[in-house]
């Protein structure tokens, strides 16, 4: 039998093992054949593994995904819908119970910095951690990217954590749900984007939700400080920078979420040490913290892994659903989140921030809409005056009969 004849003989086999395992659902199939060439023996070893088997992640089909372990793909959409929801809610509402609880601590409030630093070493040990459990290792984005991505990631959550020193939890809240005006703004002066009427429509509720928000907030809150919108503003701007980074990079290198945690956030982590360590702000950090261990180290290393949790299930809720479902979930996670603040921790109250805050999720709710007009179709005023004259005329008839 020539060459030829036994490369094909080798491919129906494998197509043949390739059947029985998707069909009888076995661990590994495994062939190993000879081939004589110039008095030469060369083996050829062929492995398929099954569904059951871990993969890499970056040759999983979409209909594979697993979440701390546990493989969704087993259970039906709405079970998988509602397993997802239930772990945004619920690691999320812990994320924030816990970050406000440890603001809340006597004297911690000038330490965000640290408690970012803290952060970062707890999700690079996370992330590590992770990417132990899959078979691809390799790092596939090149060491700059990495370096852009984590400076933009120190910015976000850096900031974000000091600015709750100067601000009430739920006003950090509401700016972080009106990314889309920094977004805009960078298109409009950057990229020279041009947007449509719910895109603009969307900004303007959200602008004027978050200055209603801000002026009750600067009227009743006694530890209102300016320097705190400034702060969240500016982490405002790195987030909406390093979502379109990380989405690029992701997509053209094909790489993993475990490997985004561990490089971002290790080369973050040095960045930070770097800086507390030249602004003499490390010391005096450690001091505190090591006279309250169980308030800080302990408060920080549960919110660090709520937050890993967290964005673990968001992830999969946008692999499996979409972004507009994602979205919908998260923001009603985040109006949860402001209740729940009032509720556990005392702080003046206004309706205003009702009526701010709704202006707040118009603005999100039309955001979204501009983003999948051909999935949602609102009725026109036209279908509205149809349907309200059939109705009439059903109850007229209704009546006579």
């Not at 697993?66 to 959409?77: A, D, E, I, P, T």
């Not at 397993?83 to 330490?111: P, W």
């Not at 991505?149 to 000091?162: D, K, R, W, Y």
Request: charged letters at 15%; one cysteine or more.
């Amino acid at each position: 039998m020539d060459l030829t004849q036994q490369a094909k003989d080798i491919q129906n086999i494998t197509v043949q093992e390739t059947n029985k395992n998707n069909s009888e659902s076995i661990e590994c199939s495994k062939i190993t054949m000879d081939l004589k060439f110039n008095n030469s023996r060369k083996y050829i070893s062929i492995t398929v593994p099954s569904k059951t088997q871990t993969m890499s992640p970056h040759i999983k089909s979409v209909d594979y995904v697993v979440v701390l372990g546990m493989n969704l793909s087993k259970f039906n959409k709405l079970t998988q819908f509602f397993i997802c929801v239930a772990g945004v809610f619920v690691f999320y509402l812990i994320y924030g119970y816990l970050q406000e609880l440890i603001f809340s601590v006597e004297g911690f409030k000038s330490y965000g910095w640290y408690l970012t630093l803290v952060q970062f070493a707890f999700y690079s040990i996370f992330g590590l951690i992770e990417l132990q459990l899959i078979q691809d290792k390799r790092r596939r984005i090149p060491g700059k990217t990495y370096m852009i991505i984590a400076f933009l990631t120190v910015g976000t959550m850096g900031l974000s954590n000091t600015s709750l020193g100067y601000l009430n939890y739920p006003t950090q809240v509401i700016f972080k749900c009106c990314k889309l005006i920094p977004v805009m703004l960078g298109g409009v002066f950057i990229q020279g984007k041009r947007y449509n009427v719910a895109d603009v429509s969307a900004a303007i509720c959200m602008s004027l939700g978050l200055i209603w928000f801000t002026l009750a907030d600067s009227t009743i809150a006694p530890n209102f400080n300016l320097t705190g919108v400034v702060l969240i503003s500016l982490a405002l701007c790195a987030d909406a920078v390093i979502g379109n980074v990380q989405e690029k990079a992701m997509k053209l290198h094909n790489a993993s979420n475990s490997e985004m945690v561990l490089y971002s956030y290790s080369i973050g982590f040095v960045y930070i040490l770097l800086g507390l360590t030249c602004t003499s702000g490390l010391g005096p950090a450690v001091t505190f913290c090591a006279k309250n261990p169980v308030r800080t180290y302990g408060y920080a290393f549960l919110f660090s892994l709520t937050g890993y949790f967290g964005i673990s299930f968001v992830l999969a809720l946008i692999k499996i659903f979409g972004a507009l479902i994602a979205v919908t979930v998260t923001t009603g996670r985040k109006a949860m989140t402001i209740v729940l603040s009032f509720i556990f921790f005392a702080k003046p109250f206004t309706f205003q921030y009702v009526w701010s805050g709704l202006l707040v999720v118009l603005g999100i709710f039309l955001n979204v809409y501009s983003k999948n007009m051909d999935k949602i179709r609102l009725p026109s005023l036209y279908d509205l005056i149809n349907k309200s004259v059939e109705a009439r005329k059903s109850r007229t008839l209704a009546q006579t009969v």
